[in-house]
């Protein structure tokens, strides 16, 4: 192959003799609901997060109450901005969330795992930052469970010599 390709009729040639079929993937579809939201699933530790993002003026309630109010630690309210920070849309989008399980930091997680979801979602486009800034990656540490014989999931009971 070592003629150069000027034109479209010496693509179509050269395509003819390769053997191998090249599948283009498809473009993605943004998914919107009638009303215009987008759900998505967020989970970390042992906290559930259901998000649901529709355009609007950067609203975030969370279990009913904002999110400044749940989350009172400025560094949880600082975890669920960054979604919106890394795509530029900060402000644009309402963002409605029910969390169960996990504590505070735990469901902080949750909530921004369920954002960054419903985002590429939404706006395919935005896949790329999110993925990259490894938002859309569930965090899978969980807590170790406990083994018999043992204090606790590692600690073993105090031994004694006599």
């Known amino acids: 192959m070592s003629e150069q390709i000027t034109s479209l009729e010496d693509l179509a040639v050269v395509a003819e003799g390769v053997s191998a079929v090249v599948e283009v993937a498809a473009p993605r579809e943004p998914v919107r609901d009638e009303l ?3 759900y998505a699933t967020g989970k970390r530790k042992d906290a559930v997060a259901r998000v649901w993002i529709k ?3 950067g609203k975030v309630t969370v279990n009913g109450k904002d999110q400044d109010l749940y989350f009172a630690r400025p560094v949880l309210q600082l975890i669920l901005r960054q979604p919106m920070q ?3 849309v900060e402000g644009e989008f309402d963002v409605v969330a029910t969390v ?3 504590g505070l930091t735990g469901q902080a997680g949750a909530v ?3 954002i960054s979801k419903a985002l590429q979602l939404y ?3 935005h896949r790329g930052a999110l993925k990259a800034a490894g938002f859309l990656t569930r965090d899978s540490r969980v807590v170790e469970r ?3 014989g043992k204090r606790k999931a590692r600690r ?4 004694s010599k006599r």
């Open 36 to 38: 215009g939201r987008t």
């Open 55 to 57: 355009p609007g003026s």
């Open 86 to 88: 890394i795509t530029g």
């Open 100 to 102: 169960k399980g996990g």
């Open 112 to 114: 921004k795992h369920g």
């Open 123 to 125: 706006e395919p486009s």
């Open 146 to 148: 406990k083994k018999f």
């Open 156 to 159: 073993s009971f105090q031994f």
